[in-house]
């Protein structure tokens, strides 16, 4: 179900007029089922939050009435049915499936009164109101897997809000799953036809044998059908902006300058300075996800590699280099592990992946900017995790793109207990005295 | 070996009776010809000569020859032609899946899970496929049935079906000299003939008219009302656009009869060019021979079975009666009897009059004869209200699969588009190439266009399965 009743006085002032309905593939998908892999249901009780914010140069010229953009998106989810279909359990072991039965995905019109540079202004936090915040459940058969909200502002810009299930994907599939809309909303005509067998395979190539649990994954629940978790305590948002040149700062200041390594610099930063906060219980492990192998276009996967990390040291004393170092060469894959886990009771077992540990996300490759309207990317894209578990998590995000340069840094943005994120943040000022 | 040689038996009586005088003429020519023949030329001459013909008597006589033939000339009925029909494809941004449908239902009537449940099981046996179409103000959650959205829908379906069928024909809207729009249930002020006036700017001695309220059945009545008043006016066009705008009557309750219609029927529009202008004779589509007309309103219950009302809560709706089938096949029955004897073979119509005769005098408990209608028509249009209406007609009729074909596949694809609905089974049957010349149809020709059928024609006839699991 989605969350529109706690909003309050000012957050309706800011975005209002929402409009929903479903829009699903232009054309019949037939009898098709999409089975997701066990990396796939390990990943069921997270959700992505994925902004784009466009503005009006970007938007301008292209027809979006309402008939042609609902053209452009029906034609858009021909190729990906999977995304409108509906969760079922096999009637044996219970695990989900997807009947892609083209019932569709929840889309939301909305308004803003703001115009994009007073949206680039607010705090992270803010634009969660261009998202919806949707979980699957608490019946499978009639929750949508996604919903997309279209906010439009006051000054002709735009923004793009997808609510995805972590099932369907990691945050890679969705930067392809989006980019892929931009040709169709300019007016162009797909080449190519939808492929009918897109199941993922189950098989996984484990180099050792599997003999112990993984350390970055962690059993909650039952949930049964409602794929949500509560809140463990409460959580806040925010994000930062990392600069090439800060980043080349950092790590000429590790004294390693010949590579830049921005994921693995900037998680080393912040988990020395989580580790200085929480006095007593600093993280000695923590989760690495980052990209793995990259794979067909076409198919939206799971493709992660996660990894746990353990620190025999004590991090807040440590040097951030010998962090790089350990983040870089000693993190225990535990892919196959987390699906020979999930394999053991599909339909049974619930787990959570982001948040069992303090989870740091290497999204710095992912194309979000990719998602073209008029020759011309977003101005910003921003993600978020829902469904953590109370370590919270650490996104590193490719920065926003500007004509001047080509990569434009990292977006670094931070869920974690409210309890410590301002004092966080100021720890953090030591380091990088321009973050807000 | 009966059943062989009463076989041989109804086909020697058929043709025997069909084509009684044709028979009778072979005889008489042969006795003429002998008997000329046995004349001679001198002996006919020597008749000829003793008429005592009068030079006054032969011109009174060539004039009045001359004045009958006239009159029966004038008195015979303009021939209507229809020089083509144009049918809305609606977007598959309208599309409706079962699974679509069935969610936004339990959204909408959260309180009413027996209501849901009954849709459900309405639709899994419905007859519809998942290509169905309702307008964009029913796609959202709440639906949005506003006058305005009303209008939005009327001016897409109409509009488009219009363009379509001027840019076919190449008949300008100034040309137009009758117009005539029907939709049952939308009846704004200004009417839908007016915004269609307004729209292309038609001529002001335009004769309009806006037939509302009467039902799924009314495309044939304003053919019928087009047709009457082409015997008025000469060489002119008349526009029929049939149509059932769907967005202000979804009904929003939870009434069982009257949740019905939501079901079924979905958006759609034909828009006709009929015309008695002869110069049109040679490239128009079909010739209209017969409407025939039974009203059933004078009997209560037919009267009440589709009826507009509100529910015990307040929302409006369509009710449907139990009663429909019945009703609707008494109708039927009417209607042949009426028809039966302008269009069924001389061979049939004998034996439906020797078994009503039977029956009045001898002994009502004779089976009814069902005339064979099969002879008279090559193509059959049975309205696709819903799959139990198909199949009820189909039964009295004694009609085969094939027959309704067009009917059931029009059901599948476009639902219940009530007026406008045997049109898209007139374009089924061209689309599928089984329309040809001569071809009488109730309700090569070359179809270069197929209309809203062709991107989907190669794909039908589909299997229909009688219960879809959703």
């Not at chain 2, 529910?311 to 009426?338: H, Q, Y």
């Not at chain 2, 302008?342 to 034996?351: D, G, I, N």
Request: proline letters at 6%; a neutral charge; one cysteine or more.
């Amino acid at each position: 179900m989605v969350n529109y009743n706690n909003k309050g006085e000012d957050e309706e002032r800011l975005v209002y007029g929402h409009r929903l309905s479903s829009i699903g593939p232009a054309k019949v998908t037939g009898e098709v089922i999409y089975e997701p892999s066990n990396i796939d249901l390990a990943m069921k009780l997270h959700y992505l939050r994925v902004v784009y914010l466009f503005d009006k140069e970007a938007v301008e010229g292209l027809n979006l009435s309402l008939i042609k953009l609902k053209e452009a998106l029906f034609s858009w989810l021909n190729f990906y049915y999977e995304t409108c279909g509906r969760f079922r359990r096999s009637d044996d072991t219970g695990r989900p499936y997807i009947k892609c039965n083209d019932c569709g995905m929840r889309f939301v019109e909305a308004k803003s009164s703001l115009t994009l540079e007073e949206w680039l202004n607010l705090p992270a936090n803010s634009l969660r109101l261009l998202v919806p915040h949707h979980v699957i459940g608490p019946e499978l058969n009639f929750s949508p897997p996604t919903f997309l909200q279209m906010t439009f502002f006051e000054c002709g810009g735009l923004s793009f809000g997808l609510s995805w299930t972590h099932v369907l994907g990691d945050a890679f599939s969705v930067a392809t799953f989006m980019n892929s809309l931009g040709p169709l909303l300019k007016g162009l005509q797909p080449t190519s036809s939808p492929n009918f067998h897109k199941s993922p395979s189950n098989t996984y190539n484990s180099a050792k044998a599997v003999t112990f649990d993984p350390l970055s994954m962690k059993k909650v629940g039952p949930v049964g059908d409602n794929w949500a978790i509560d809140p463990p305590c409460e959580m806040d948002s925010c994000s930062f902006h990392l600069t090439t040149q800060q980043l080349a700062q950092l790590c000429e200041s590790e004294g390693d300058s010949s590579l830049i390594q921005p994921f693995e610099s900037i998680s080393a930063v912040i988990w020395r300075a989580i580790a200085k906060i929480k006095v007593g219980s600093e993280p000695n492990v923590v989760t690495v996800i980052k990209p793995g192998p990259k794979a067909d276009d076409t198919f939206l996967r799971n493709n992660q590699v996660v990894s746990s990390l353990k620190a025999d040291f004590s991090v807040a004393k440590a040097h951030v280099r010998d962090l790089v170092a350990l983040i870089c060469n000693q993190p225990e894959d535990e892919t196959a592990q987390i699906a020979e886990q999930v394999g053991q009771d599909p339909g049974g077992s619930d787990f959570i992946i982001y948040g069992a540990n303090l989870t740091f996300v290497d999204l710095g490759g992912a194309e979000f900017y990719g998602f073209e309207l008029k020759g011309s990317g977003p101005e910003l894209v921003n993600c978020f995790v829902d469904g953590l578990g109370k370590k919270g998590v650490v996104l590193v995000l490719p920065g926003p793109k500007s004509v001047k340069h080509k990569d434009e840094g990292r977006l670094v943005t931070l869920i974690l207990p409210k309890s410590y994120l301002e004092e966080l943040k100021e720890e953090l000022k030591k380091e990088w005295p321009l973050i807000t | 070996m009966d059943s062989v040689r009463l076989k041989y038996v109804r086909l020697g009586y058929t043709y025997l009776v069909n084509n009684f005088l044709r028979l009778l003429l072979v005889p008489i020519t042969w006795a003429s010809t002998v008997e000329i023949l046995r004349m001679g030329t001198e002996e006919i001459l020597a008749v000829l000569g003793s008429l005592h013909l009068d030079p006054i008597h032969i011109l009174f006589f060539s004039l009045l020859v001359i004045f009958i033939f006239t009159v029966y000339i004038m008195s015979k009925p303009r021939p209507i032609y229809l020089v083509d029909y144009a049918l809305y494809k609606p977007s598959p941004v309208c599309r409706v899946p079962f699974s679509t449908f069935m969610e936004h239902s339990r959204i909408i009537l959260p309180d009413n899970p027996k209501s849901v449940e009954f849709q459900m099981r309405i639709l899994e046996r419905s007859g519809l496929g998942e290509e169905t179409c309702l307008p964009p103000a029913i796609h959202y959650i709440p639906v949005e049935t506003t006058m305005e959205a009303a209008h939005e829908e009327a001016e897409a379906v109409i509009f488009t079906a219009i363009d379509d069928l001027l840019s076919k024909t190449r008949v300008k809207p100034r040309d137009i000299d009758i117009l005539i729009v029907n939709c049952s249930l939308f009846s704004p002020a200004p009417s839908l003939s007016a915004m269609v006036v307004n729209k292309y700017k038609m001529r002001s001695n335009i004769k309009s008219f806006n037939l509302s309220g009467m039902g799924c059945s009314c495309s044939p009545i304003s053919v019928d009302l087009a047709r009457k008043l082409l015997q008025v006016h000469p060489k002119s066009y008349a526009l029929v656009i049939s149509t059932e705008i769907i967005t202000p009557n979804y009904y929003q309750g939870k009434e069982r009869a009257m949740l019905l219609p939501n079901c079924l029927f979905r958006m759609g529009c034909a828009a006709i060019l009929l015309t008695n202008n002869a110069k049109e004779k040679n490239r128009a589509k079909y010739q209209l021979m017969h409407v025939v007309r039974t009203h059933k309103g004078s009997d209560d219950k037919a009267y009440r079975c589709v009826y507009q009302e509100e529910d015990p809560e307040g929302k409006c709706g369509i009710s449907l009666s139990k009663d429909l089938m019945s009703i609707a096949g008494e109708a039927l029955k009417s209607n042949i009897t009426t028809i039966g004897p302008l269009v069924l073979p001389a061979s049939e119509q004998l034996l439906f009059v020797f078994s009503l005769i039977g029956r009045k005098i001898f002994n009502p408990k004779w089976k009814p004869y069902i005339p064979d209608f099969k002879p008279a028509f090559e193509h059959f249009c049975i309205h696709a209200g819903g799959r139990a209406v198909i199949d009820q007609l189909q039964k009295n009729l004694e009609l085969s699969a094939a027959h309704v074909e067009a009917s059931r596949m029009t059901l599948h694809r476009f639902g219940n588009t009530s007026s406008s609905s045997l049109w898209y089974e007139l374009g089924y049957i061209e689309a599928k190439g089984r329309m040809k010349k001569g071809d009488r149809c109730i309700r090569s020709v070359k179809a270069p266009n197929y209309g809203p059928w062709a991107d989907c024609i190669d794909r039908y006839p589909v299997h229909i399965p009688d219960v879809v699991k959703i």
